[in-house]
């Protein structure tokens, strides 16, 4: 082999120089930067689209769960107006939960009074087996409270009337009485202390069970008026459970029976929540979690058509004879992400939710024609790092007040 070749050869077969290898790990770097780049980029927006994916989520769920009630407010058979009702059970205090005299009541702004019985929301009535959970809505947030006859309620056994206290029931499934086929269902889910109401046509008493039997349920007084089934007349009494809901927006760190179901972000921080109240609650329920205000108006018919001439705010409403004309509710909530991310707020103004004629958006508040905001509200720490959206919905009520 010649000098000449082994040189070749050599030089065919010598590795790296410093400055390349240099150049190589400049350019892995840079790719492997562009590469964590796209995925943290990724990674935000995931985390984004999850979490307003969950908040729309949440709001549909809340809205649909206030709705279902708002629809029954005021259901309370053939006798609907609740001007004829009569009350055969000791009512303590005049606007307390199952107080049927008023099936809508607000709250505005977290007053403490509500509209229109002026009962305070601090006040406790836990009595003969009913509750009455005061509720503690964050200011400037309203609340609200619906109270109705729940299901089509078990019809009175035919040819049969009221005597005393004893009201027979029928508790078959096929009864061929106008009602769905699950009486045997709503009997047993009757309990004792329970409140119910007895209607027909003609009016209806609210009165409380104080016994379940087979084929009846006794009512712990007697009836002022008589009621009767006959069997081929066209009257049907009937007795419906009542259901009386109070729905708000409290603190993360409202008193809760299960702490299971409280409300928290990533960092264990309790947040706020749409909260409810009922008959049976003995602490308030968390619906919802990162309510931040809810805002109502009331549709009122000043005419007599049905249709709402004015959306007014519970304060504003008035006595319980203007309630009755209420025919619409407005409702708007603020939700928030419950977990933070990123550098910065959202960068939408604070201001979201118009409290008088409509609801607005994040984009802005109206204002008068002084340039005043015309009671818009805004959320209490705006400087957290989570989005914010608002959704409304109008809803009109199948019953008349």
Sequence with gaps: ?????????????????????????????????????????????????????????????????????????GNLGCGQRSVNLTTEVAVPSDGILWDLTTNLEGLDDGATAWSPSGRATSADNNVSGLRDVPVAPLAGTDAITLRYGAGPGLVMTAGQSVSGATIPVDTSDDAGDRTDDDAGAEHAALQQAQLAVLTDCGGMSLFQLSAVQAAAV????????????????????????????????????????????????????????LYRTTLTTTHPEPVVCGVENMQILYGVDNDGDEQPNLYARASAVGNTVQWRNVVSVRLGLLLRTLDEYGADPDPRPVKNILKGGGFDTLEGCETDAGGADRGCVTVADPNLRVRRRVFSTTVFLRNRI
């Design 218 to 273: 006794v009512s712990s007084a007697g009836f002022s008026r008589p009621f009767e089934r006959s069997a081929t007349g066209p009257m049907y009494p009937r007795v419906m459970p009542v259901r009386a809901v109070r729905y708000f927006v409290g603190d993360g760190a409202i008193a809760i029976a299960d702490e299971a179901t409280r409300c928290r972000d990533d960092r264990g921080q309790p947040v706020p929540a």
């Design 1 to 73: 082999m010649t000098l000449h070749a082994t040189r070749a050869r050599h030089t065919r077969s010598r590795g790296l120089s410093l400055v390349e290898l240099m150049v190589a790990l400049v350019v892995g770097l840079l790719l492997m930067a562009g590469t964590i780049s796209i995925f943290l980029s990724n990674k935000r927006t995931y985390e984004i689209t999850d979490d307003l994916s969950r908040l729309q989520e949440n709001a549909r769920f809340a809205l649909e769960t206030m709705l279902r009630d708002l629809r029954m407010a």
